[in-house]
């Protein structure tokens, strides 16, 4: 089968967001279809709950000198610690497809066809959690997130980094982090490995870039990197 044009592409990915409307769906974006399981649960880290436990604590050791606010539960530095980069059984979401879509065609491997997923809101296997109260839906209680050791919940925690406000973050804490969240396919879009840039291109019109997605001079330098690459011109109007 033929692939389609851009503009065909593009315009599918309109028709799909607008079938997965924000409310009922988040989204993620990879590199690849990867299946979606947290950080800390994949191979290359042999997970062992005792070892995460150390890892986390060793961050929030190590981290506080560079943290100008006080955070107030192990809820936020673990959302604050999968922000910068380290290992977690969280896993990143968005309230909006076009941050979602801008990490599927900027995210490693760069060779493969990307993927955006839309998670239901509304399932059986996925449950809302407050972290104020450490209080799931179902009434139990949970009294740190590494107190869980099944099923999936969606957590919001405060602001403790701009990127989760920028990015319009949200996570899923998975209670066995080696196991992946299925997503059908009906919910998955594609981006065919050859569009990928031409999609960046898009979305950057559209003011979704690395500058919007890390508000900070790391963002600005990769936005600039890129536009150089690309041969785009560096003034906010050329």
């Not at 800390?40 to 709950?49: E, H």
């Not at 599927?104 to 809302?128: G, H, K, Q």
Request: charged share 20%; hydrophobic share 40%.
């Amino acid at each position: 089968m033929p692939l389609p044009d851009f503009p065909a592409l593009w315009a599918k990915f309109w028709d799909w967001a607008g079938e997965h409307p924000a409310g009922l769906f988040i989204f993620r974006g990879q590199g690849d279809k990867s299946p979606i399981i947290p950080k800390i649960g994949r191979k290359a880290y042999a997970y062992q709950p005792a070892r995460e436990k150390d890892l986390h604590n060793a961050f929030v050791r190590a981290a506080r000198s560079f943290v100008p606010v006080s955070l107030s539960s192990h809820w936020e530095w673990l959302a604050l610690a999968q922000h910068h980069g380290a290992p977690t059984r969280l896993a990143d979401w968005s309230t909006s497809p076009l941050v979602a879509a801008w990490f599927a065609v900027t995210s490693y491997p760069e060779n493969a066809d990307a993927a955006i997923f839309a998670l239901e809101l509304v399932r059986n296997d996925l449950e809302p959690l407050d972290i104020t109260t450490g209080r799931a839906t179902s009434g139990a209680t949970f009294d740190g997130p590494f107190a869980m050791t099944k099923g999936v919940y969606l957590i919001e925690t405060a602001s403790v980094s701009a990127r989760i406000t920028t990015q319009r973050g949200i996570f899923t804490l998975h209670g066995k982090p080696t196991d992946p969240l299925e997503i059908p396919a009906q919910h998955t879009f594609d981006i065919q490995q050859s569009f990928r840039r031409e999609f960046q291109g898009r979305l950057l019109d559209l003011g979704i870039d690395a500058s919007h997605i890390y508000p900070d001079l790391d963002g600005l330098c990769k936005t600039l990197d890129w536009k150089l690459k690309s041969g785009r011109g560096f003034s906010s109007i050329a």
